[in-house]
Nanobody, 115 residues
Framework: QVQLVESGGGLVQPGGSLRLSCAAS????????MAWYRQAPGNQRDLVAA???????NYADSVKGRFTISRDNARNTVYLQMNSLRPEETAVYYC?????????WGQGTQVNVSS
């Protein structure tokens, strides 16, 4: 069984920064892609950023230049550094991992961007 545990969410003012972390544990041999998604109330879950095992990255256009995804393969952990946050980015942020072709999701961490 694989578990993804997110941390780092919270309340931040517009223009502020947060760093999300997601640690994978359990029966892990190797992790292929890891990613962050977000979902605001009434909206679909959208990709924010993704990173491959080889550290190739992909970002949603709206976060390019402000967010940075990284991973520590030794710790099976993925990070999302979020800078210059906007109120419309208030959402639940979910960690995603693909392990041997199986997709896994974390429980989500709430990010509130508000003054």
């Amino acid at each position: 069984q694989v578990q993804l545990v997110e941390s780092g969410g919270g309340l931040v003012q517009p223009g502020g920064s947060l760093r999300l972390s997601c640690a994978a544990s359990g029966s892990i041999f190797s992790i292929n892609a890891m990613a962050w998604y977000r979902q605001a109330p009434g909206n679909q879950r959208d990709l924010v950023a993704a990173i491959t095992s080889g550290a190739g990255t992909n970002y949603a256009d709206s976060v390019k230049g402000r967010f940075t995804i990284s991973r520590d393969n030794a710790r099976n952990t993925v990070y999302l550094q979020m800078n210059s946050l906007r109120p419309e980015e208030t959402a639940v942020y979910y960690c995603y991992a693909q392990i041997r072709g199986v997709k896994y999701w974390g429980q989500g961490t709430q990010v509130n961007v508000s003054s």
